[in-house]
């Protein structure tokens, strides 16, 4: 195509916006996806340009069309997909940085070993609450307290810690 025919192109894309956007947004149910069918059926245009395509309103029309067809499709396999239950393992995790990384693995070693050097009852207490999900009800009928001891060995026990991990500055 030569610099004319490129400028049709353009001039269609200045006047079919509009409605293009609205009708995609018709078949996709969102504006900002809709602005991008018709960006990438624009795209596809012009990428093709040694083509010998007819530049109509209608060829545009049906690009839009299944673009945003493909996209719906992609999403109902996506969600499919997703659906599964995969183990803990095999799912897609964010990695942070490897800084930050180290700087987790060293709170969590710290944390540990605040926890270890802990009082027997105090690490009780901690230990059911933090990783078992206890409540203080339990709690103090596991240690064979009262709740207000259990929720003060508790309170004590998150204190020592929080000054062990250098929370405390």
């Given amino acids: 195509m030569d610099h004319q025919q ?11 916006r509009k409605s293009l956007i609205d009708y995609a947004a018709r078949l996709a149910g969102s504006r900002d996806v809709a602005e991008d069918i018709v960006q990438e059926a624009f795209t596809l245009c012009l990428a093709r340009q040694d083509r010998d395509y007819q530049i109509t309103k209608a060829f545009l029309f049906t690009i839009v069309r299944n673009l945003s067809h493909n996209r719906r499709r992609h999403l109902i396999v996506h969600r499919k997909t997703d659906q599964q239950d ?31 050097e802990l009082p027997p009852k105090i690490r009780m207490a901690v ?9 203080l009800h339990e ?29 405390d500055e």
């Fill in 139 to 167: 709690i103090a009928a596991r240690l064979g307290t009262s709740i207000a001891t259990a929720h003060r060995l508790l309170k004590e026990g998150m204190e020592i810690i929080w000054e062990r991990m250098g929370f």
């Fill in 127 to 135: 230990e059911l609450y933090r990783f078992d999900g206890a409540t």
């Fill in 86 to 116: 995969y183990p803990w393992w095999a799912r897609y995790q964010t990695t942070e940085s490897p800084e930050l990384q180290v700087m987790i693995v060293d709170q969590a070693k710290m944390a540990a070993q605040a926890i270890s």
């Fill in 6 to 16: 490129y400028e049709d192109w353009q001039s269609l894309y200045v006047d079919q």
